[in-house]
């Protein structure tokens, strides 16, 4: 034998993910033995906090890479995986945050929430570092797994329990897909580690030329295309937003988009071809984008409009590895700057989502739904600064000033596409952007219009936001603000490694 079959393990490179999977056994446990939801919720904050320092001071240190044989390693910590586990980590503690007044009704068990909630955080931090494609579905999965009970966890609500099975059912389609896609992958080129595929592919281009392996990347990328909501992989996402608990929607349209997104750049830009994956991924980005927006701007929801929107932003997050398809996106320049916009994107895209879904749980009754649009109106007369956040959040969405974090991810993304000499692709996203200009104006319009006998009902039934749903409304409005004014230092964290 010319090398040794025994790996070694890096404990400390594995301290976020012990973080994270701790969190998730000190919840239940203190569900089980003390049975008093604020502890329980006390400690599954704490632990999402500890989870985000670990990860930041482990990813501030040299790469660090274990579970390896050889050259070979299934878990790789660095700058980019410790920014995936931050992301997540502060994901489900503003989740958290957000289910307070949900909680205090009763109509949601505290303990199972705070424990899938912290389940699904561990597959998010997983998935970061994951380098095979085996360590990367079972992250995504357990990512996807809880929030499927998540949803339909209300007592009492059918809608919640019809979008938690359209949920299952789709993704569980979705799933196999990609298991099938990876073992096809490794009938063709008898490797799983993201790396090596990568190597394999380069040495042996003819590879490209087999249907199997090609139609083992396909469904791949199409498995994954799932969990970020691109067309035709859409479907599920309004149904299941708009049944969901307002903040399990939040929770959903971040976090597994945000996953849906790092298991798409793993797999792109380490280990599948380019020629294969760049094609479907422009066409996905042209349909997705454009469906999003055209279906959003009929939309009467709240909830619903922002769901369609979050598929019309996927479009968006995939555009810049449009330019793969290209050849001159696949220089090594072009395909860093793609890379780099595309993960940008989806960090900003989750700031911005996240405060919007906290002003809409801040203007609505605890425990009520996202309502309809019209509800809203005039709601800023009552809630100027939750209105103000709300419209600064929306406006960040489209793309416009003073939502600087939105304006240059936008920004981003059409200089990548450039850089890679797919300006007709540019071309699409301004276009895109335009269209969705008159869904998300409109909406925060509606915040400040004069309201009306007949709607003003959300005036009338919500009271006074609790204060832990302000405050993570505040601190995403403020980190989005942060980081409008030093996109920078996103840019730098989020360079491939």
Known sequence: ????????????????????????????????????????????????AATAVGAAVVGAGPTRRTFCVGADCSYVADSRSALVAVVFALLALGVLGLSVPLLRTGSVPTGEYAFLLACSMTGGVVLGAAGDLITLIVAVETL??????????????????????????????????????????????????????????????????????TAAVALVVLGLAFKVAAVPMHAWAP??????????????????????????????????PETVTGPILALLAVLTMTVGNLVALRQRRTVRLLAWSSVAQAGYVLAPLGVLALAAGRT?????????AALAY????????????????????????????????????RHPWTAA???????????????????????????????????????????????????????????????????????????????????????ATAVAVIVGFAPQIVLDVTAPR
């Open 389 to 475: 956040a709300f419209g600064l959040a929306l406006v960040g969405l489209a793309g416009l000033p003073p939502g600087l974090a939105g304006l240059f991810a936008k920004v981003t993304v059409v200089r990548s596409l450039l850089t890679g000499g797919a300006g007709w692709l540019a071309l699409v996203v301004a276009l895109n952007a335009v269209v969705g200009l008159a869904y998300y104006l409109r909406l925060a319009a509606v915040l400040w219009a004069p309201p009306t006998a007949s709607g003003g009902s959300a005036q009338a039934g919500a009271g006074r936001p609790a204060l832990v749903v302000l405050v993570v409304l505040a601190v």
């Open 332 to 340: 090594e320049q072009a395909m860093t700057a793609a890379y780099a």
């Open 144 to 213: 996807t797994l809880p929030i499927y009970v998540l949803v339909g966890l209300r007592r009492g609500s059918l809608a919640g329990a019809e979008a938690a099975v359209t949920f299952f059912v789709v993704s569980v389609v979705a799933t196999t897909l990609t298991l099938l896609g990876a073992a096809l992958v490794y009938a063709a080129t008898g490797g799983l580690h993201l790396d090596r595929l990568g190597a394999i592919f380069a040495d042996r281009p003819e590879l490209t030329d087999l249907p199997l392996a």
């Open 346 to 381: 989806a960090v900003f895209f989750v700031l911005l989502e996240l405060g919007a879904f906290a002003a809409l749980v801040a203007l609505r009754p605890a425990g009520a739904d996202g309502g309809t649009v019209e509800e809203l109106r005039g709601v800023a007369r």
């Open 1 to 48: 034998m010319t090398g040794s079959l025994v790996q070694s393990i890096d404990h400390v490179a594995l301290t976020p993910a012990y973080l994270a999977a701790g969190t998730a056994v000190l919840v239940l446990l203190a569900d089980v033995l003390l049975g008093r939801g604020r502890v329980t919720l006390a400690v599954a904050a704490v632990g999402a």
């Open 239 to 272: 149904a299941t937003y708009d049944g969901a608990p307002v903040p399990v929607a939040a929770y959903l349209s971040t976090a597994s988009k945000f996953g849906g997104v790092v298991a798409l750049l793993a797999v792109v830009g380490y280990a599948l």
